[in-house]
Structures are given as C-alpha cells and as structure tokens.
C-alpha cells in the first residue's frame, strides 16, 4: 500500500510568501514516507533555500532525478549534492550534450548543464543511472525516460539547437518526466514537457498500465503555442479524464488561461512552496509556508 506522500514545489517564477526566493528555475521534493526524491534543481541554489526555509529534508535525497538537461533545471545540482552527497543521480546522456537557444535578433545563448554542474556531476559518473527507457525507482514511482512522440502537434516548441549556429535543431529526446502510481491514479511530474505533456501522460499509462490520471504537475511549454496545439491540448486532457492540473514554470498565462477556460477548476494555482498532499487529497499552494 502506497503510503501517504507529500510533494513540493521548492522553486518556480512566483511564491505564495515574499519570504520564499523566486527564479525562473523549477524544482520539486518528493516525500514518499522515509523515501525523498528531489525532481530538478532549478537554476541555482534557491531551491536549497526555500526547502531550508519550508524545514523540509533535503538533507534525505536519496535520488536526485534531472528531467532534461537546461540550465534552469540543473543549475542547483552542485546545492543538491553538497547537502545530500550519497543521493543517485538519474538522467538521460544527452542530457549532457551542447544546447543553445536561438531568437531571431537576439544574441545565441548556450542553455544547458552550467560549468559548476558539470562539476558537481562528472566525478560522481560512477553514481549516474542513465535513463535510457523506464526505469522504477520504488514500486510506485518511476521515471519515463525518452518519451515516443506520437501526435506530431505537439513538436517540440522553442528555437532549440545542438550547435551555436543553428544548423541541428534540438529535439531534447532527453525530456523526461517522474510518475507515482497512487490507488487513486496517477500522479505524473514534468519538468518542461518538451515531449508534450499528451504524449507524456499516455505514455506513463502504457509503462504503468494504469490509466487514471489523478494529478499532473509542471511545466507544460504552452509558451507560444499555437491555436491548434492549444485545442487539441484542451480535448486530449478532457479525453484522458485528468482530475486535477497544476501548470506552473513555462506553461504560460495564455495556455493556462486557455486550459483554465475549458477544464474549470481542475486547473488550479501552484507556485514555489505550494504543497500537494495525498491521503487525504489537498492541496496547499495558497497556504502560508511553514
């Protein structure tokens, strides 16, 4: 029997409480009984700080899970593993490799693992479980790995390249996202959904079998998206029955907005310290940090 759990949104772009840091960065920790999970490290050592400040266990992480590898995601990982240095660490190769963004009349940034990470993750290489297909961490919890990119619409979105001039787009085959299989249904985390959050959920209930979808959890990348992404969003997850959405990070004011017209208030807020509690369900994202 799944025991009771509790999962933290450590840092996003707004906080329910001025004393909570903000970035543009996100971050997750996972508390499964005695079992802790931290979900991406946002973009430098805030997260560290809003959990020290929430008194939550970061000194527990036993797995530190990277759902793809951009700067806002991996920048805090040197934080994650001076607090917890025998945590495992859990991404995909390439989430190592060179990326960058490219915005017409903007200067080329690089985006991905930033020379501390790097640092903080190459002598633990010994540690590091590349995430090359499913992979459970517990009975209940597991990790998606590369995601198949059924439906075409959802693209990946976002001038994305392998190489600082922009000849190789980058299709971030390194997204992944985090799923706990609870007795009421799932409830799936995404760092971005750069794979699309449709063709991530149904890929979760082909791996699990299960195909309740309780909650879901993250950045959605509707920034941008298109009239005809956004519809077919908006029926995919009427379709699939998700009871409860919280979109935070780069899902956008337009997409929620959009999603919020459609799906009422199964689209609800979450900011940094915002928690979701299960057994019994609640959500606190509104509630005054510890």
Request: charged fraction near 20%; aromatic fraction near 6%.
């Amino acid at each position: 029997m799944l025991k009771p759990f509790r999962l933290t949104l450590l840092v996003d772009h707004q906080a329910v409480s001025p004393a909570l840091a903000t970035e543009h960065g996100l971050s997750f920790l996972l508390e499964l009984g005695e079992r802790v999970i931290l979900f991406d490290t946002g973009a430098s050592d805030a997260f560290l700080r809003n959990g020290d400040h929430l008194g939550l266990p970061l000194d527990r992480v036993a797995h530190v899970v990277l759902s793809h590898g951009h700067w806002d995601h991996t920048g805090g990982i040197q934080a994650a593993l001076g607090r917890a240095p025998e945590a495992k660490v859990y991404l995909h190769p390439r989430a190592l490799g060179p990326k960058f963004s490219k915005h017409p009349e903007r200067p080329v940034r690089e985006i991905g693992f930033p020379k501390a990470s790097w640092s903080a993750v190459c002598p633990l290489v010994h540690r590091v479980n590349w995430t090359t297909a499913p992979l459970r961490l517990f009975r209940e919890v597991g990790i998606t790995g590369p995601i198949p990119r059924r439906h075409a619409v959802e693209e990946v979105s976002g001038p994305f390249f392998q190489d600082a001039e922009g000849r190789h787009s980058d299709p971030l085959v390194d997204d992944q996202a985090l799923w706990i299989q609870t007795p009421t249904g799932l409830v799936v985390v995404l760092g971005c959904a750069h794979a699309g959050v449709v063709n991530t959920l149904e890929y979760v209930q082909r791996i699990t079998g299960e195909t309740r979808i309780r909650a879901v959890l993250g950045g959605l990348h509707l920034v941008n998206a298109s009239e005809e992404r956004l519809s077919f969003t908006v029926e995919a997850l009427q379709g699939l029955e998700v009871e409860a959405l919280f979109p935070c990070h780069c899902s956008g004011e337009s997409g929620v907005a959009v999603l919020r017209k459609h799906l009422g208030d199964r689209v609800r807020p979450l900011a940094s310290g915002g928690q979701f509690l299960l057994d019994p369900f609640e959500l606190s994202s509104n509630r005054e940090p510890l």
